[in-house]
């Protein structure tokens, strides 16, 4: 065992007897080793692969592109533009959700949230 490793475990049997370790979130639960809980399964080796050779998955990488797109809205000042950015921004989060299967959670975005109420409101 090298100079560090042995160091650490020592350490961590020290803070094992000091008791700092009880009491922690999720003690006595079992461990998820899965990569990734929310992928289905057959889906899964693939962006394990993916994700190791550096590529993100589709749904990460547009989500990716909202948020970039969401925080471009907020920057700009002329309305035509601002317009068009939001057209932009719908239509990926409407690939996003049919991607995902399931709504994007709007609780997250109040103030799309507080639009997308006002339109159902009319």
């Given amino acids: 065992m090298d100079l560090i490793a042995a160091i650490a475990e020592r350490r961590i049997l020290e803070a094992m007897e000091r008791g700092e370790f009880d009491g922690l979130p999720g003690k006595g639960k079992p461990l998820d080793l899965s990569d990734e809980p929310s992928v289905p399964d057959e889906l ?51 690939r996003f959700n049919i991607m995902r299967k399931r709504p994007v959670n709007l609780e997250g975005m109040p103030s799309w949230r507080d639009r997308v109420m006002e339109k159902l409101a009319r």
Avoid: S, T
């Fill in 44 to 94: 899964r080796l693939a962006y394990k692969v993916m994700r190791n050779a550096g590529y993100l998955p589709p749904e990460l990488e547009l989500h990716k592109e909202i948020v970039r797109v969401k925080d471009l809205v907020g920057a700009i000042e002329n309305e035509g533009e601002r317009r068009d950015r939001i057209k932009e921004l719908n239509g990926k989060l409407l």
